[in-house]
């Protein structure tokens, strides 16, 4: 059930380094303030660092109590406070109330801010703004990488998205180029350079430029991994925005999975790990509940032997065998009644006609009834949001004709997100072709001005049309299949979204790897809107071996989904390459929605 590696394949890197480095740097940190300290944490972080030192390591260096960073006074009674947060104006604002309240109190106490990834200038303004900033001392636990899994690996910044694609925020490129840097400096420098989208290419020149700075560290090291491919969101927002089926990807739309942790009802807080959980990943849904049930007979049987056993048998049976199979039993168990609530929930939303839409939205077909099921959807209230997913997959799909005006049905209190779904090209319009060059001429004015940088990016999308039906001809993302697809044995990318449609980020990374080159795809770039935007950077290669060759970093800048690495994991394993991956965070249409919406749950 599993994608076996072939025997071929590439060794992963140890990215357990990631972690030792990132738990020495923030000992060493803390180790800074010496005695008894509290330790305030940002709830964003608690989890990232839950997976880096956990509460025994911490009281260890004398971290005595643990609070969350919230908007209440501090009951702490330590002489030493340390804080551990984003680099947030309201985060500076907190400590300034907590500083202050102090100081009207007559209290002195020594303070510390350790920023996570990085410290921002408008952070340090704020503190001396409120006058605190010679109370505190200020660090930056360049925290950029959390394995989340042997291949994935996670910068944990959801907020990414929203503050680059929406509001032209540039603050987080600088993580970015850093957490590529470490990577280079750990295992060697990158031979082949590939990349596209607007945030790609500023990444990676600033990064190439930061590499030339400090040159020799990498000098003369063999490179463990042979291509680096560096894409944005926005170059595929249709896949994002489709239903996940792959079942982690289910999982996720379901329960949510963070930071490597599924918080569901069912599957409590477990690690989303283990023997079973490895076998089911990548698999599409339809497959695992047959496979579960197969195992939970295997398990049966296999304690079942049991009956026949003697004294020395029996012990040696209870002390090698039992406990495992006692936790195989559990995991079996958790993942069952996951598949059951997923399948009593999707049957509630009417799962089947969903998909059926989608797919009809992908191929181009029966677009009237399309839009007649989404006016529908958003008339029965059912979810505001899974309504806006449907809708911008509508929009992109059909080049911005709708049809139908769909807005119109929403109150005014959705006009903020309409405008930001728009800005971000989530939503685009089909204008007039005089109105639309209009748009385009007063953009490549602003493209011009380099002091408009930011204003370009936040609206350049809105000359954009996402020419979707004829990048999916070109990149033939609508696979034409005789007969039944089988989602047991997999032919393709495809398998993904049931058969009906190869992820278009997948596919552009299957042919830039095939050609080693944007070579032959000059079309298909000119249609994702990124002609300016898409390189390939090749170097000598005689150092690279021919096992790291077939090793391969994708950097999603904006987030990735989980049916995106189940589908590059296939392609690993039909091609003999192994896929490593780099994300701002893990998303998914209802992450994406909630980013760009200003309506509160």
Not at 240 to 251: D, H, K, P, R, T
């Amino acid at each position: 059930m599993a994608f076996p590696h072939r025997p071929d394949a590439p060794e992963l890197p140890d990215f357990s380094m990631l972690k030792r480095l990132a738990r020495d740097q923030l000992i060493y940190l803390l180790e800074q303030l010496p005695g008894k300290k509290d330790l305030f944490i940002e709830a964003d972080l608690m989890s990232p660092l839950d997976r880096i030192a956990n509460v025994s390591i911490l009281k260890q260096h004398e971290v005595d109590k643990l609070y969350k960073v919230e908007n209440k006074p501090a009951l702490s009674s330590s002489e030493q406070l340390c804080f551990l947060v984003r680099p947030r104006i309201k985060n500076m604002r907190y400590i300034a109330s907590l500083v202050n309240a102090d100081k009207l109190a007559g209290r002195t106490r020594k303070y510390k801010v350790i920023f996570s990834p990085q410290k921002f200038y408008a952070c340090e303004m704020v503190l001396e703004e409120e006058g605190i900033y010679g109370d505190v001392s200020c660090d930056e636990w360049a925290f950029s990488l959390l394995p989340l899994d042997v291949d994935l690996l996670s910068m944990e910044l959801p907020e990414f998205f929203r503050d680059y694609f929406l509001e032209g925020d540039q603050c987080w490129i600088n993580t970015v180029v850093q957490a590529l840097h470490l990577l280079s400096t750990l295992y060697g420098p990158f031979p082949n350079c590939y990349g596209i989208g607007r945030c790609a290419k500023m990444a990676y020149e600033l990064w190439r430029n930061l590499e030339e700075e400090e040159d020799g560290e990498t000098k003369g090291r063999r490179p463990e991994i042979g291509h680096i491919f560096l894409l944005d969101r926005d170059v595929d927002f249709v896949t994002a925005l489709c239903s996940q089926v792959v079942y982690e990807g289910l999982v996720d739309d379901t329960f949510r999975i963070k930071c490597g942790k599924c918080h569901g009802p069912l599957l409590g807080t477990s690690h989303m790990a283990g023997l079973v959980f490895n076998e089911i990943r990548n698999e599409h849904f339809s497959n695992v509940f047959g496979f579960l049930s197969q195992k939970a007979r295997n398990l049966q049987a296999q304690y079942d032997r049991r009956r026949g056993m003697d004294i020395k048998q029996m012990k040696n049976f209870v002390s090698q065998e039992l406990k495992g199979l006692k936790q195989e039993h559990r995991l079996l168990s958790l993942h069952i009644g996951a598949c059951e609530s997923i399948m009593k929930k999707k049957t509630k939303q009417d799962f089947q006609e969903l998909i059926k839409t989608e797919h009809a939205l992908l191929e181009g077909f029966n677009i009237r009834e399309s839009t007649s099921y989404i006016e529908e959807h958003i008339d029965r209230q059912v979810s505001p949001i899974e309504s806006l997913r449907l809708m911008c997959l509508l929009s992109i799909t059909e080049n911005g004709d709708a049809r139908c005006s769909l807005d119109t049905h929403y109150g005014p209190e959705h006009l903020l997100t309409f405008s930001n779904l728009r800005r971000a090209g989530l939503l685009t319009e089909q204008a007039p072709g005089d109105t639309l060059t209009a748009v385009e001429s007063k953009v490549s004015k602003l493209v011009t001005d380099k002091a408009a940088g930011k204003i370009t990016d936040a609206f350049s999308s809105l000359a954009k049309r996402s020419n979707f039906r004829a990048i999916s001809k070109k990149l033939n993302l609508i696979p034409r299949v005789d007969g039944e697809y089988d989602l047991k044995v997999p032919r393709d990318m495809a398998y993904v979204f049931s058969g009906a449609y190869v992820p278009l980020s997948c596919r552009i990374i299957e042919q830039v790897l095939e050609r080693r080159s944007w070579q032959g795809l000059d079309e298909v770039v000119r249609l994702l809107n990124c002609s300016d935007f898409a390189f390939t950077d090749m170097t000598k290669e005689d150092k690279a071996s021919s096992e790291s060759l077939r090793l391969i970093l994708v950097v999603f800048l904006g987030g990735c989904t989980f049916s995106e690495i189940s589908a590059l994991r296939f392609l690993g394993r039909e091609k003999g390459y192994r896929f490593i991956f780099l994300t701002t965070a893990v998303t998914n249409s209802a992450r994406l929605m909630e980013a760009m919406s200003e309506v509160k749950a």
